[in-house]
């Protein structure tokens, strides 16, 4: 009898695992004879703070910006803090040949590690876990379209303003006095060569420390190693006039800060991971939630996720990421896509809808032709993760101009490029002017 028990519990065990271990992970597991084979995990804790609800609070009560972005990373650290306490002391205790490399993140509430089998079976026990998934998923390499210059009514011209900029109208926030200045902007790409005479003079590391101004993946400065994709989205968003009278970006009063974290090619693309560890480091750079001076207004995002189109994202730790920028009052811009005109599904994040707010993605236009036209790469929706809202089943929510867009590259140089990374910059930029003349 007492082996019919034993069995028993056993396959309690198990199904227990099964359902907090992902389908991926409990293959693999199952899959490996090697004892010593270590796996890279992400464990999600069970208990999370309640974003949706704080940012309804915040909102009712009509919260300053700084306030409830001080307010919501302590709590989230807070959280991180005590419902990780007995696991990071049961890995403490357990023998340290079956694990290493503990990483901790109180922005989504995670653990990544490498630990055995054993290891991740005793993880799956525990009642203060929620979920168990191969570290392992990354984002896409950038899609890069090419188009011959169109025949244009406003051509861009080394010796004025860019069609895009006079499209959208951003010389009259220039005219009242409104050019971005004291904004942040986190331009999320590349990478960004720094010197480029349009915005080197604001890289916020001329007034903070480098840590605080750049996140690197490839590189611990700034750097277009990558490609020069970045330069170019930043120059249209922050780009200031040269002698010349040449004036390329949008807000050009702004500060900046970037990153490095997106490349063109799959065999290079930094593990998911590391997006995580980027948002995190954009909200607190300083590690001190009192001060969010350096914390940016918008966040320009040029990448999509490595999925297949479907709903894997709708309801997990991505959206929980994506509430928690627009809970601490940063607008999340997002690029549309390149799959347009019949595109059947939208990329991840973009898809993801759980508020009129987060994850704002654009679609492109043509400013250089009569009508300003939408390209016809543009992704065009709906969306497959929308919220219980028929505004939400939109997509883009807007559009911008996208097409043969002129703007800075490498040291001292332009170039024209055209999809809907060139448009979202657009949008940041005016972000960077709204924020201002508020």
Known sequence: ???????????????????????????????????????????????????????????????????????????????????????????????????????????????????????????????????????????????????????????????????????????????????GKGQLVYDYDTGVCAEHPTFKKRFLANHSPMQQSWYGYFRDFPNEINSNHGTHTLGTIVGEGLPSGDTVGVAPGAYWMACDLVTSTVDELPPLEYIVAAYQWALDTDNNPNTTKGMPAVINNSWRWNDNPDTTHCNDYIQDLMNVIETVGIANIFSGGNSGPNNNSISA???????????????SVNTNLIGNPISSFSSRGPVQCPANDSLLLFHPQVVAPGQNIRSSVGINSFSTKSGTSMAAPHVAGVVGLLNAAK
């Open 349 to 363: 994040p973009q898809r993801i809808n759980s508020s009129i707010l987060n994850t704002f993605s654009v679609g």
């Open 1 to 179: 009898m007492k082996y019919f028990f034993a069995i028993i519990a056993l396959l309690n065990l198990s199904l227990h695992a099964q359902n907090v271990l992902h389908p991926r992970l409990y293959k693999e597991l199952s899959m490996s004879i090697d004892k010593h084979k270590k796996f890279p995990i992400r464990i999600e804790m069970s208990d999370n703070l309640d974003l949706v609800e704080l940012n309804i609070k915040y909102t009712s009560e009509n919260t300053p910006i700084r306030e409830r972005a001080s307010e919501t990373i302590k709590k989230l650290k807070k959280k991180s803090l005590e419902s990780k306490k007995e696991i990071l002391s049961f890995f403490k205790a357990y023998p340290p040949s079956h694990y290493n490399d503990i990483r901790d993140y109180w922005i989504v509430n995670h653990i990544y590690i490498e630990c055995d089998k054993e290891l991740v079976y005793q993880i799956s026990q525990r009642e203060d876990v929620a979920f168990v998934d191969l570290n392992t998923d990354k984002i896409s390499p950038l899609d890069v379209i090419n188009y011959d210059s169109s025949p244009s009514i406003n051509s861009a011209t080394e010796t004025g303003l860019e069609a895009g900029i006079i499209a959208i109208n951003a010389q009259a926030l220039w005219n009242l006095g409104y050019t």
